[in-house]
């Protein structure tokens, strides 16, 4: 018999969820990175967005809304999820994907460099409940300094990946990369404006409230 996981078996108590292995799909058929966020973090973020009530959320990398569908789906009448995405044939997968799964009228995508818009959308005195970082690591400090800015009081900021498969904590990865992901968690840890876990299942999640 096939040894499971802890994560394999909690994943096999869920029924599948038909809107997002869609999405996984066209993932593959379009040759898309497979790097959605971990099932189990998936129905993490639709909570997460509900519990606190939020109505305009901001993600940093759409890939192809599986994601963003997550986030979306917490979101109640007149919410709003804006998404970043820097190649504009991913934000169109992505729009296909969240139109498809019914949630079309809750999600705005914006093509090019998220730190552009995150220093517009600053400019312009936006300000968000919800924050789901998952895209290029190198940038995951500079990600976090303009969401905190760009945060209501006791906004969450979510951040993907700060395992890193297993590199953070190999003191042999020196990559640019890694080194920004172990200051970003040292950020999540320690920063006076956050108060914050971060979860090490699947490939890591950080979860920070702004005070
Ligand atoms: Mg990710």
């Not at 400019?123 to 290029?136: K, M, P, S, V, Y």
């Not at 906004?155 to 890694?178: C, F, H, P, W, Y």
């Amino acid at each position: 018999m096939e040894t499971l996981t802890a994560e394999s078996y909690m994943e096999g108590l869920y029924e599948e969820d038909a809107v997002l292995t869609r999405v996984k799909e066209v993932i593959v058929a379009k040759n898309m990175p497979e790097i959605s966020i971990a099932p189990g973090y998936g129905r993490l973020l639709t909570m997460m967005v509900t519990m606190i009530g939020a109505k305009r959320v901001l993600e940093i990398g759409a890939l192809g809304g599986y994601s963003g569908i997550c986030l979306a789906r917490g979101l109640k009448e007149g919410g709003k999820l804006l998404s970043l995405e820097l190649k504009q044939d991913f934000a169109d997968v992505a729009r296909d994907n969240v139109i498809e799964a019914g949630l079309g009228d809750f999600v705005e995508y914006r093509i090019g460099e998220a730190l552009d818009h995150l220093n517009a959308l600053l400019e312009q005195g936006e300000r968000f409940d919800f924050f789901f970082i998952d895209a290029d690591k190198v940038n995951y400090p500079n990600y976090l300094e303009l969401a905190i800015k760009l945060a209501n009081p006791g906004a969450i900021i979510a951040g993907d990946n700060t395992l890193m498969r297993g590199k953070v904590v190999d003191e042999k990865q020196t990559k640019a990369s890694v080194q920004a992901m172990r200051t970003f968690n040292q950020r999540i840890a320690n920063d006076p404006r956050l108060e914050s876990t971060i979860l090490p299942a699947y490939d890591g999640l950080a979860l920070a409230r702004v005070k």
